[in-house]
């Protein structure tokens, strides 16, 4: 169906508590030299900005943003609602002072994870149709018009 | 279960239904149906599931205006939380080079060291484009690089001019540099600088006759400034645009005749050119019901460009209008104006807006990958 939340295929085999990773991270290479360290840090490593909120359920989360604002909270928050699969989405900016925004995810099926990184891939969809579309209708207008630059 | 299941029995919505729910009515008083509400489960048994697809076949762009500083286009299809993340993008996410830092190493006219800095902050700055776009990168720590930091240079002292007439009352005249302009910063490349920004790409300000300071004679001004990357969101100096704002499509509707002298004043109630006036048809005249009946010849009001329509209500506040006319505006129509401060051209702009917000989703994308769950 189309507009649906992709399911993550079930994980074949139990991982060893060993070998799991603490987080899905990618894991650091191993070096650790202290000149070398400092190479690494000028490679600038993301530092995490998404958390899942205690008291989530799978298909009831809210997620915490750290250092974004109402520009993707919106748009985040009208297309994850364009899916089917969601009982409930909305956003909020606890505190105007604090670089936090919250999102709250409810589904009727699948996984509240999904439904966001559904939404994530949506939005990125819609810019390159955004893109491609202003990009065709500004050369028309500019050869109508004999607009060079 | 999902409520969006298709039920069986749900007629497709009309053109007029369609209509209505992309209008939101503007009233005497009230403004209504302001909220979108294509989503699922909100009509029984319609699919209001985002597709791409579907996006695009109901997505449009038109061109009103593209000046290099200035573009006019209209957004339709879309809904109003990614227009505005497209709008407040423009603003405040798209990097600028501007004065960041001021060293005054001697300043003796009457405009204070801190008031002079703020000044030279707002200036606006052009410059090469591969330079600023891909060469140029974000200040990090406290040491200054060719590629994080651009030196600019203001010394001038204001003299008398002994050419002019003792009698000379005109400042400008009778002393040299008595006005400080934009036009006297003298930019100094360094390192790798020089390849990017000289000749034509060298930093300049866009506009050279930006009035900075006034002087008298023995006044002297005389400072180096230093000019980082920096966001709209952290000071409105660092924002490409001058104004980036939409507005709806304004609709009008007349919903019964206006005639004869009204049909006048209704056109005088919206900015010209957006109500016309034509003469009843004969055909018109003889057809029963149309409220045309008997007036073959006289002028009526037609609506001819709503988009240069205000949105002033005026027409509302007269009584023999009443019932005869519904304001409205398109719910996913969005007149978009993009006015450049110089340092990009305005469409190419807009197209950086798109590409922004695309990457920051795609970072999200990867942050919700790496997140402990």
Known sequence: MPGRTKKDEPTAQDTNMEDAPPSAQPEAEEVDTEDQEEVQEEEEIEPQRVRILPGSTDTAASFEFVDEGHTVGNALRYIIMKNPDVEFCAYSIPHPSEPKMNLRIQTYDGLAVDALKKGLADLQDICDVVTDEFTTKKDQFNAEHGIVR | ?373
Not at chain 2, 71 to 88: E, H, P, T
Not at chain 2, 185 to 207: C, H, K, L, M, W
Not at chain 2, 259 to 274: H, Y
Request: net charge negative; glycine share 6%; charged share 25%.
């Open chain 2, 1 to 373: 279960m999902a409520p969006s299941t298709k039920a069986q029995w749900a007629q497709p919505p009309s053109k007029e239904e369609l209509e209505r729910r992309n209008t939101v009515n503007i009233n005497k008083e009230t403004v209504t149906n302001t909220v979108s509400t294509d989503f699922p489960g909100h009509f029984p048994g319609e699919d209001h599931a985002f597709s791409i697809d579907r996006f695009q076949s109901g997505f449009d762009i038109t061109f009103h205006q593209n000046d290099q500083f200035h573009a006019s286009f209209s957004l339709v299809g879309i809904d109003a939380s990614l227009a505005n993340a497209f709008r407040r993008i423009l603003i405040a996410e798209i990097p600028t080079l501007a004065i960041e830092n001021v060293f005054i190493t001697n300043n003796t006219s009457v405009i204070q060291d801190e008031v002079l800095a703020h000044r030279l902050g707002l200036i606006p700055f052009k410059g090469g484009r591969e330079g600023l776009r891909n060469f140029l990168r974000f200040k990090k720590g406290e040491d200054a690089q060719d590629y994080d930091t651009v030196q600019l240079d203001l010394n001038v002292t204001c003299t008398v001019n002994t050419d002019a007439s003792p009698n000379e009352t005109d400042p400008l005249k009778a002393y040299h540099n008595a006005h400080v302009y934009a036009k006297d910063i003298t930019f100094t490349p360094q390192g790798r600088q020089e390849q990017y920004f000289s000749g034509e790409d060298a930093i300049v300000p866009v506009n050279p006759d930006i009035l900075i300071a006034k002087m008298r004679p023995r006044q002297t001004i005389e400072l180096s400034m230093y000019m980082n990357l920096g966001v709209g969101s952290d000071h409105s100096k660092f924002s490409p645009v001058a104004t980036a704002s939409y507005r709806l499509m304004p609709t009008i509707k007349i919903t019964k005749p206006i005639i004869g002298a009204d049909a006048q004043k209704f056109a005088n109630c919206f900015p010209e050119g957006v109500i016309g006036l034509e003469k009843v048809s004969k055909k018109e005249a003889g057809q029963r019901g149309s409220g045309y009946e008997g007036h073959a010849g006289e002028l009526k009001a037609v609506v001819v460009d709503p988009m240069r329509d205000t949105v002033s209500r005026e027409c509302l506040r007269h009584e023999e209008f009443e019932g005869k006319v519904q304001l409205g505006r398109r719910r996913d129509h969005f007149i978009f104006s993009v006015e450049s401060t110089g340092q990009w051209d305005s469409d190419e702009l807009f197209l950086e807006a798109v590409k922004k917000l695309k990457q920051k989703c795609k970072k999200l994308e990867d942050q919700v990958d790496n997140m402990v769950r």
